[in-house]
């Protein structure tokens, strides 16, 4: 008896473990800090994932799955320096979400490094993200460190140095860039200016030697200690608000994206000869004349600082996307990265200084240096629309939709392609006698880069220009989903031209009460269901329809973010059995776990966890977690009216035929009366 009692009492302890045994826990973080110096620590986050599971890196890119996120809630008595560094993550291409997915397996430590103002100081915050491995979990975890108590100094995590292959891309792509500057046409005129000025330098050959070498120091740092000395003051003066967030503000934020699209657009109307883009005539003839006046190292340093004003025009919006490309969050990312583009930019003015003579005879600028500065007008057009693609994502204004921002590259390129045959022409462009065999490659690539993207008018994903375009879901005019409605038209066509007229009427009407919702969905402008489909966004909203068709509710719990959940809509849902099922039989409602819209005040609710929910993607999580212990998706539930569950729900799987079943059976139990058991109860 004594047993019988042990084991009961055990049975009851397990009982709370048991109810949460379907909460899945991909990921287990830890937190410690870590005593660099007196006043210096790390915190770090250690991941322990699952095996089988990818944990999304901060840097995963915009429209794929959900990146990871730290926030810090409590900072009082600390400065943070820089951004959350991670480790060097997997990158992998995606053919679902059409872009490179950054992830980590196994383990991966990120760390916060702070400066403790005070004695002690209490750190707190959250960290979200997301998981998939065959299901996608939204991960939500809250931490608090203390700072300022006696522990041992440990060394710094060798894997916290941040940046790893993106740096090194980051690296690659600022010398690419530098090399490029040499063609602009505001700076290949200034080899000559520094061939002469070296040519009737010092007789000394040593002496020309060191001045040569100091040039291009003098350039390397008049492009980089101006940016070093702006993130340098804001980090010691704009404090924890303004440090530590500015670049990710800087990459995502409206403001500057328009404001850089617009100068982009600025740029190539000067490019085209609309008006001449250059810095004050007293700026450049004070530097240059302190050129000409100036004997030794004065004189060297007032040619580099020449060079860099008067090239200005053009290199301005490649420093920009240079810089922008950076702004991952590093204090020291954007100055190495400003530092290697200028070093790559200086080292061509730095071999015309150290061998003048042999340079002398090198082609001058002309009419082909002004075909140069054109075709660069119209690549700033198409690159300057990425900026405003960035804003009209971000917010939702619906202004660029893919087949839109294609539209844009192709007349672009297009235009392109038609100048460099000699069919346009601008103010200062010298005629085009003949087309050079360099000009017929050019318009080669062009014209092919332009046929490329045509088929994306249709559909087509263009997985080579994934990270530029807007995603697939944005437009309008997709020839697969439109074949599909027509097919299903004719379908539909046929099946009452077969059938005799009661079985007619009887089909036509409940096609058409299918197609037909009881009311606009809320969220529709932000939210959209695959092949077609029509929906809610909103579960009462979907309920009341529901009840109106007396139709059951199939429920798909699903994130933006989520790999698995477009899988199955790719390969499950597009079956016709499925679609003609969740057309006709049920009323939809997608509820994304994900979402970051945040809701009016009078909708914000109080979660199972006891704490307020604001945004539609942590309501419909808490509503998944809390009725069905479950925070994993895809996760598709089949309710009735009064939260009966029709059948068991069903998770990620492709087997066609068993999700046809289940779509049977949940209409079959749902005319019958027949649940497993209430949500609500």
Known sequence: MKKFYKFLFLLVMLVPYVAKAQLIEPVIWTVETEKLNKNEYNIVFKADIEDGWHLYSQNTPFGGPMPLYFEFTDTLGIERIGGVAEPKAIIKYSDIFEIDEHFFED??????????????????????????????????????????????????????????????????????????????????PMVPMTVSFFLHGDENKAVGRFKAIMYYVFIVALYTLPIAAIIMITWIFGGDSVTADIFNWISTSWVTNILFFVVFMVFAASFFGAFELTLPNSWVNKTDSKTSNSKGLGGVFFMALTLVLVSFACTGPIVGTVLIKSTSGEFWTPIITMMVFAMAFGLPFALCALFPSLLQNMPKSGGWLNSVKVVLGFVEIALGFKFLSVADQTYHWGLLDREVYLAIWIVVFTL??????????????????????????????????????????????????????????????????????????????????????????????????????????????????PHGLKGYYDYDQALACAKAQNKPIYIDFTGHGCVNCREMEANVWSDPRVLEMLRNDYVIVALYVDDKTKLPEEEWIIGSDGKEKKSIGRVNADFQISKFNTNAQPYYCLMGHNGELLVDPRAYDLDKDAFVDFLKQGVENFNNGTSIRNIFE
């Open 107 to 188: 383990e991966a430590v990120f760390t916060q490094k702070v400066k403790l103002i005070n004695g002690t100081a209490k750190v707190a915050g959250s960290i979200s993200g997301q998981a998939c491995k065959e299901q996608c979990v939204q991960l939500a975890f809250d931490f608090e460190v203390q700072l300022g108590e006696p522990e041992v100094i440990k060394e710094a995590s060798e894997e916290s140095s941040a940046g790893g292959e993106s740096l090194w891309a980051l690296i690659i792509e600022a010398i690419i860039w530098g090399f490029a500057a040499l063609m602009t046409p505001c700076v290949f």
């Open 416 to 529: 392109l392609g038609l100048y460099l045959l000699g069919k346009i022409k601008f103010a200062h462009d010298s005629d085009v006698q003949h087309l050079s065999v360099f000009r017929l490659v050019l318009c080669i690539v062009v014209f092919t880069f332009v046929v490329y993207m045509i088929p994306g008018m249709w559909g087509a994903p263009l997985k080579a220009l994934s990270g530029y375009l807007p995603p697939q879901q944005t437009m309008d005019f997709d020839l697969k989903r439109i074949n599909q409605e027509n097919a299903d038209k004719v379908i539909n066509y046929v099946d009452a031209k077969m059938s005799n007229l009661s079985v007619q009427t009887e089909q036509l009407d409940k096609k058409v009460s299918a197609s037909v919702l009881c009311e606009e969905p809320k969220y529709a402008d932000i939210f959209h269901l």
